[in-house]
């Protein structure tokens, strides 16, 4: 039956909430009344949405539309989830949801948008259930249109796989289903062994070709995988080897496709290398005509071989063969002769010339064999913006690591620039100068000559054996760096190139941004690709003129943290509505340049390279080098248009300034238009000293070009006259001041070995008339020219005109290859003594930094004198008097005289006689040759045990190793009883055989020789097993050679040791808590605490006895862990290490804490220093400082690290600021950070972390007390082991309706504020607690800090709780409905109320549950009867406001008898109208209306039919609807029906109770 003619539903209601109302009629009030009822009663409810999915395969896979209007319209997909899909699935019959997708994946609308942020519980029946905003309000486009996948499409037949945007199925975008979300595959890593799997689990054949860059249009939705790795053999591309789910470092501009076999389409031809030893060296071969054939080598050279290494992810190219030099191979040859540049990237992208006659011979096969073989030899540069600079990372083991830059230097950096075809090597910068890395280090202490073709080609420690940290990470910077990239994006018609009309380099043209939804966040990204700092407008494009015609981009949907404008969303390429004019404009902060603190740079070679200088206060001043690399130094070159940086040196390189220092702690983005918009200190405020002034080197000064460097008219290329290329042509040095420090240099640039001999005159003739380059000044040690300090270009000022010339030693004559330039004097024979060379007329010693066995091999060759036996220090064959000619020689031991080792410059040297370098060799005919010593350790009876056999020395292998062996050699060497017997290279790898294996002493042997082992030479070891000892003789360490210094107590301090009769310090290179656990264990003083490094318990006098400590912590004494010799050292006293230990409560030991959170694993970080808890200031403060906070308190992982004081303002000190942790240390006291008590901090930036612990309760917990029962009564919390109270501020039914969902005590009946239950006497913990309504638990809503409040407990906060049985109430045996016994209804049976302390307060309250009037009485005892004498609620307290009796407080809520009186009563006034003389009388009328009601609506049924039209005319309009009810208890037995609209106190509950059941 349908609605009646004269209801129309009100537009003011919600959809399916209609009030009627009455626009026809003409009868009295009660045939309205009766007519809109029945029209209500009879109206049918609403029909739901029309929902379809378009533009898919089937009706259940699609772009989602909706029909609103009339008219179909799309869902934008903001918040569009799983939830939202799995109605759609189910209002269309089309089964469960598959995917969900965004970004219009199956097109874009035409119409309207009509939905938008659609929020579904995925319960609901239909689409029209969920929430959302109003019809057709919306911040979308078209791009972001949403869809849905079903399990009833065609979809579900694809499985987990497809390929998009293709020409078919075969072909296109790879995309993979995880989450019921398609997300693409980043394209790092892919190549066509992922293809072939792609396309095997796809039944689409053989792989084609594994295109990268988007070659298919990008994606929309997530990327879910990075670093793909397949073997090609696998059956589905998800048991490849890839990153984590959606954890990768890309954008979809690099989203990987696939093209199959089986599609059909025509790829670039395919190539390989066959016959070689990888598949990057080899014969070539392309697939041609469905076969394989060989390529030609008519023509064939360098840059054919560049394109094809290109193409096969080979590196660079090393060589080209021809005449077949990898074999003839298939008969077949391809008919087309090659011509590439050497820039194209595939070889069918080079130009093709038929054969004249269509052949070739087949003994002219071409060959390639490329630089990089696949796997372990894979480098790159990262963390900069272009690939030829940034922090080195090697590929091994199926990992990216970094690099440590120990030893790290331009010989090293120049073998990574040639390996990536990146040019020549600028600068070698260590330090993490381009961010730190996050994953293994993989290499260190990297020794390459500069000749190696990979870096995994340099000698190095073994892969991952390092003791570096990520703050060591090398870099390097290649010259190919500072070419200028084309630009793809401009400001244009501005004042500057940082503001004006935003243009975009497409298909070789510029073009315009639409400025449809153009705002501050796509501007934001704009300012920070040119480097312009930060947006200051976005004004209208009239402002910049007219632009080009072509508008590239339209609909840019940016977030503002991409790096680059193509990263954002937009509309494909070109596709735009805009009107012409209507551009997208920028003005940055870069723009402003008056505004920016002028820089300069000074004492440099020229206005781009030198110390940095800011301008502050009308003075110039320095910058600290604290924290200061690449990104800064990009900031100062870009504000001195001086192009990009080269290098970023610290420790004042172009000497030391003079004013104040202005800046430290720079820390740019690098983005920034001006060193004065990167977050720094204050001004002034530093703890730097002198000689820590920053310096940049900018491309600008021209000084890269001093890596084109040659030697001419000399007789080799190793000695000449020295020239430099600049500016298109060849230029002198001029001899001025030229010595053999600089000489040293240049030949160590050239590769050509020490400098032999240096002059400034025309020995290399005249030259040419220009001299480039003036006033050079090296040290030696530089690695090239540029390092040095120079003067150029074009100077005018050499004063002697004379050109600066060097003879290397690889030009002179082979005087150091002879013995007669080499001996060993003071020995027992001429093989045996103190090694000394001659140089300059003079014989002169060595020194024995670094001196090794190696090193003796070399002499021993040399002098040809045998094997090197030994290759003692410390002048053991007497001081010698003459020069120290070499110091720091570091030979291989393969090399055939010592002059092919590397050294320092001769005569270079920090040394003294004491430490002049020995050799004996097995030539020298010395009998008492030691058979068995102990090496690497701290003293003759600790190291690794090494055995002599057939003139060389050897290791033991680990395997069977124990105490019984170790005894054997403890007594064979004199040295005590044997303490343990370490394995596993405790001391180090040893570098010769392995000479035993499998050693079983019985422990009674006196000589080792004499325990049973395999045959000499016989194991199945590496160096990684060798074998140690650790005796207890008595030079070795005890508690007497070992002390804590300058702390508070013997158990914490400064690491002090005894050793030659001295007492000297511990240096803290690679110092961590594993050596200080054994210093404490060494002491007696417990546990280690922290190991603080920088001297933290001030400077030591004495020497630096000990220098890279390593110790497992497992060792008994610091003697047993590995070290480098005694006195060996690079540091100073500002390094000495130092520890705490555990030792007694009076230790002053660092502690830690977080506080004001909802546990004790989340909260304000608080550390406990000089008796006092203070603060740590969030300057710098990451998820690296917050990992070490969750480590050192056992808390599980860090999740997040919060700024701003999140979790409330501390009170006490701020005790740290700066704060930089790696993230692996121990305890937050080993980070870096300023000193104690040193900040430019408020406590509004105190920090924050929240740690994952799984074995915290995260929930607080909750309670009510002193109500009626467990869902009512006075809100308690539980903090800090204590419950407390919750202040009334901002206290709602909303926060109530949590507290009820928490305890399971169904919705909120009240939230009653000022102490209504009592006051409470434990602490406030809450304070403005604001939840939604829909959190699960209090501690979910947005919450004060723990204990942050402005309360006393008269505002303690309560709830009432409807309960899982709520209190029902009725009166009995009284007049009427409003007056009687009161009564509740408990476990199905109803009780009286007690009457002690029942006043007419309590009565009010009784009446308005009741729907009753005000209450005129209180009637106690047997006025009404006495129905039983069980009694519920004794001792009932009411403030007469209440709107529920389960709101007042009780001191009984059970059962029982009534200790103190009878049954309570009430007398209410009745409702107006509502007297029980009227009551027959409105029985009777109310049948009247009923009958009236039939007999005219059947009366006015035929008028209508009759006169429809003429009746319309009449009547108006009236407003009958359904009125709503109050809610009431649901045992308020009378509710009396209220017609009159009226503002119910109780509407907001009613709601609140609406939507539960809705849930």
């Known amino acids: 039956m349908g609605m009646p003619g004269c209801l129309r539903p009100s537009p003011s209601y919600p959809w399916g909430r209609n009030r009627p109302t009455c626009t026809r009629a003409k009868s009295a009030g009660i045939l309205l009344l009766m007519a809109c009822l029945w029209g209500f009663a009879s109206s049918a409810p609403p029909h739901p949405l029309q929902v379809r999915l378009v533009n898919g395969p089937s009706n259940c896979s699609g772009r989602i539309e909706v029909l609103h209007n009339e008219t179909w319209g799309t869902v934008c997909d903001d918040s569009w989830g799983f939830s939202e899909g799995q109605v759609v699935c189910r209002q269309l019959g089309c089964g469960a949801v598959l995917s969900i997708s965004h970004g219009a994946r199956y097109g874009e609308g035409t119409g309207q948008i009509w939905l938008d942020e659609v929020n579904c519980t995925g319960t609901e029946a239909d689409l029209s259930e969920c929430q959302a905003r109003p019809w057709g309000e919306h911040n979308c486009h078209h791009v972001e249109d949403a869809s849905v996948e079903c399990s009833d499409s065609s979809i579900s037949e694809l499985g987990l796989l497809q390929l998009l945007n293709g020409p078919n199925r075969c072909a296109g975008r790879v995309e993979v289903l995880h989450n019921h979300m398609w ?271 990979t870096l995994s080609d340099c000698k190095a420690k073994p892969w991952g054996i390092n003791n570096c940290y990520h703050g060591e990470d090398a870099g390097v910077v290649c010259s190919d760096s500072i070419i200028p990239e084309t630009a793809h994006l401009r400001l244009t018609n501005g004042s500057n190139h940082c503001d004006g009309r935003v243009e975009v380099f497409h298909n070789d043209e510029w073009g315009t941004v639409c400025d449809h939804g153009w705002d501050k966040r796509d501007a934001e990204v704009v300012c920070r690709q040119l480097g312009c700092g930060t947006v200051l407008s976005t004004s209208s494009a009239a402002h910049f003129n007219a632009g080009p015609l072509r508008t590239w981009l339209d609909n840019m949907s940016c977030t503002g943290t991409e790096t680059a404008l193509n990263k954002c969303r937009a509309r494909p390429w070109g596709e735009s509505s805009c009107s012409h004019g209507k551009y997208a404009t920028v003005v940055c902060s870069g723009s402003a340049v008056s505004s920016f603190s002028p820089v300069r740079l000074v004492d440099g070679p020229g206005r781009c390279a030198g110390r940095v200088e800011v301008l502050h206060d009308k003075q110039w001043g320095t910058v600290c080098d604290d924290s200061w690399d690449f990104l800064d130094a990009r900031v100062v070159c870009r504000q001195l248009d001086c192009g990009v940086v080269i290098s970023a040196p610290w420790r004042a390189h172009f000497g030391q300034g003079q004013g104040p220092i202005w800046l430290n702690e720079v820390n740019c983005t690098g983005t920034e238009a001006a060193l004065s918009e990167c977050k720094a200190k204050d001004w002034g405020f530093h703890g730097c000293e002198l000689g820590e002034d920053a310096s940049v080197v900018c491309s600008g000064s021209g000084i890269s070009d001093l890596a084109s460097l040659r030697l001419v008219n000399g007789s080799t290329e190793c000695a000449g006259r020295v020239e430099v290329f600049h500016d298109q042509r060849w230029g002198a040095v001029c001899g001025d001041g030229w010595d053999l420090a600089e000489g040293h240099v240049v030949c160590r640039q050239l590769g050509c070995g020490p400098a032999r001999s240096v002059t400034h005159s025309f020995q290399f003739g005249e030259g040419p008339s220009l001299i480039w380059v003036d006033a050079v000044e090296c040290t030696g040690l530089e690695g090239a020219l540029f390092e040095c300090k120079v003067k150029l270009w074009g100077a005018q000022s050499c004063k002697s005109n004379r050109y600066a010339s060097v003879t290397c030693s690889m030009a002179a004559d082979s005087e150091l290859g002879s013995s007669e330039v080499l001996r060993l004097v003071n020995g027992p024979h001429s093989c045996s003594g103190r090694v000394e060379v001659f140089h300059n007329q003079q014989w002169g010693t060595v020194c024995d930094d670094s001196w090794d066995l190696n090193d003796a091999k070399v002499v021993c060759k040399q002098l040809d004198c045998g094997t090197a036996i030994s290759a003692p220090g410390s002048s053991l064959f007497g001081q010698g008097s003459g020069p120290i000619w070499l110091d720091g020689v570091s030979c291989l031991g393969t090399e055939a005289t010592l002059s092919e080792c590397p050294a320092k410059p001769l005569g270079q ?58 005894m054997v050699v403890c007594r064979q060497l004199g040295c005590g009883m044997a303490l343990s017997a370490p394995g596993s290279a405790r001391f180090g790898w040893g570098s010769n055989r392995i000479w035993l294996d499998d050693v079983s002493c019985t422990g009674t042997e006196t000589d080792f020789s004499e325990c049973k082992a395999k045959s000499w030479g016989i194991h199945n070891c590496h160096h990684g097993e060798d074998a140690g000892v650790v005796c207890s003789d008595p030079r070795s360490s005890s508690t007497a050679d070992l002390r804590l210094v300058n702390g508070p107590n013997p158990c914490s301090g400064r690491v002090e040791v005894f050793h030659d009769q001295q007492w000297g310090t511990v240096c803290d290179d690679s110092w961590d808590l594993n050596d200080a656990k054994v210093v404490c264990k060494q002491l007696g003083c417990g546990t280690a605490i922290s190991a603080p490094s920088r001297a933290y318990f001030g400077q030591g006098q004495d020497p630096i006895w000990l220098d890279r400590v390593a110790c497992i912590g497992t060792e008994t004494a610091l003697s047993e862990c590995r070290t480098k010799p005694w006195g060996q050292h690079s540091c100073s006293h500002v390094e000495d290490a130092s520890v705490v230990c555990s030792d007694s409560v009076t230790t002053n030991v660092t502690t830690l804490r977080l506080v004001n959170g909802p546990h004790r694993c989340a909260g304000r970080v608080e550390i406990f220093h000089n008796q006092q808890w203070g603060t740590v200031c969030d300057d710098g403060w990451n998820l690296n400082d917050a990992t070490v906070v969750c480590r050192q308190l056992g808390c599980g992982r860090a999740e997040s690290a919060f700024l701003g004081a999140h979790f409330g303002q501390g009170s006490g000190p701020i005790w740290l600021d700066d704060v930089s942790c790696v993230g692996t240390e121990d305890a937050l006291s080993q980070c870096r950070a300023r000193p104690w008590g040193q900040n430019n901090c408020n406590h509004r930036e105190d920090a924050g972390v929240v740690c994952s612990d799984s074995n915290v309760t995260v929930e607080a917990q909750v309670r009510l007390v002193k109500g009626p029962n467990r869902c009512a009564g006075r809100v308690e919390v539980l903090h800090n082991q204590q419950w407390g109270t919750v202040c009334d501020d901002n206290w709602d039914l909303k926060s109530a309706k949590v507290v009820c969902k928490q305890l399971g005590c169904g919705t909120a009946v009240s939230a009653p504020s000022g102490a209504h239950f009592g006051q409470g006497s434990d602490p406030i913990w809450l304070d403005d607690v604001d939840c939604k309504g829909t959190e699960a638990s209090l501690s979910q809503c947005h919450l004060k800090g723990w204990g942050l409040h402005n309360c006393n407990h008269e505002e303690d906060a309560g709830v009432v709780c409807s309960g899982t049985y709520p209190l029902q109430l009725r009166v009995k045996d009284g007049p009427g409905p409003c007056a009687g016994r009161v009564e509740v209804l408990y476990n199905a049976t109803w009780h009286s109320v007690c009457d002690t302390s029942w006043s007419l307060l309590e009565a009010e309250v009784v009446c308005r549950q009741l729907g009753c009037g005000p209450a005129q009485s209180a009637p106690i005892g047997a006025q009404f009867g006495q129905e039983n004498s069980r009694h519920l609620l004794e001792g009932l307290n009411c403030r007469g406001t209440e709107s529920f009796l389960l709101e007042c407080q009780q001191s009984k809520t059970g059962l029982g008898l009534c200790r103190h009186g009878s049954a309570a009563g009430v007398v209410c006034t009745e409702p107006k109208g509502s007297s029980q003389s009227c009551s027959v009388l409105i029985a009777l009328l109310a049948l009247t209306m009923m009958l009236s009601g039939v007999l005219l609506w059947l009366y006015l049924k035929r008028r209508c039919i009759r006169t429809a039209g003429q009746a319309s005319d009449h009547g108006h309009r009236m407003d009958l609807g359904t009125s709503v009810m109050p809610f009431h208890s649901v045992g308020a037995i009378y509710l009396p029906a209220k017609t009159e609209s009226h503002e119910d106190p109780n509407d907001e509950m009613a709601q609140l109770m609406k939507e539960d059941v809705a849930l």
Not at 262 to 270: G, H, L, N, R, Y
Not at 940 to 953: K, L, S
Request: with cysteine; charged share 20%; proline share 2%.
């Open 183 to 453: 997300g693409t595959i980043c394209d790092d890593g892919w190549d066509l062994a992922d293809a072939a799997v792609v396309c095997r689990q796809l039944g689409c054949g053989t792989a084609l070709s594994a295109t990268s860059g988007a070659h298919f249009g990008r994606g929309h939705d997530t990327i879910w995988l990075d670093e793909v790795n397949c073997t090609g053999t696998e059956a589905t591309i998800f048991e490849c080897k890839a990153s984590a789910w959606g954890d990768n470092n890309c954008f979809h501009g690099e989203d990987a496709g696939v093209v199959c076999s089986a599609s059909k389409v025509f790829v670039t031809a395919q190539v390989r290398l066959m016959n070689g030893s990888s598949h990057c060296d080899g014969r070539v071969e392309v697939f041609h005509n469905d076969t394989w054939v060989a390529v030609c080598d008519d023509g064939w050279d360098f840059a054919e071989a560049r394109v094809v290494c290109r193409q096969l992810g080979c590196g660079t190219a090393l060589a080209a063969p021809g005449r077949s030099h990898f074999g003839e191979g298939p008969g077949q040859m391809w008919p087309d002769s090659v011509n590439c540049m050497g820039t194209e990237t595939a070889l069918t992208a080079c130009q093709m010339r038929p054969w004249e006659n269509n052949t070739c011979h087949r003994g002219r096969v071409a060959g390639v064999v490329c630089s990089v073989n696949p796997g372990d030899n894979q480098i790159r540069l990262v963390n900069y913006g272009s690939r030829c600079a940034g922090r080195v990372e090697v590929f091994h083991n199926n990992h990216w690591g970094t690099v440590c830059d120990d030893g790290w230097d331009l010989l090293d950096a120049s073998v990574v620039c040639r390996q990536l075809d990146c040019g020549m090597a600028l600068s070698a910068p260590g330090g993490a100068q381009f961010g730190r890395g996050t994953n293994v280090i993989w290499l260190d202490e990297t020794n390459c000559t500069g000749f190696e073709t």
């Open 909 to 966: 040297h920090g040394c003294n006689h004491v430490e002049d370098a020995s050799v004996t060799c097995s030539g020298s005919g010395i009998s008492s040759i030691p058979k068995l010593r102990l090496v690497d350790g701290l003293n003759e009876c600790a190291g690794r045990v090494e055995v002599f056999y057939n003139h060389e020395w050897g290791t033991v292998c680990d395997d069977s190793w124990d105490m019984n062996d170790a």
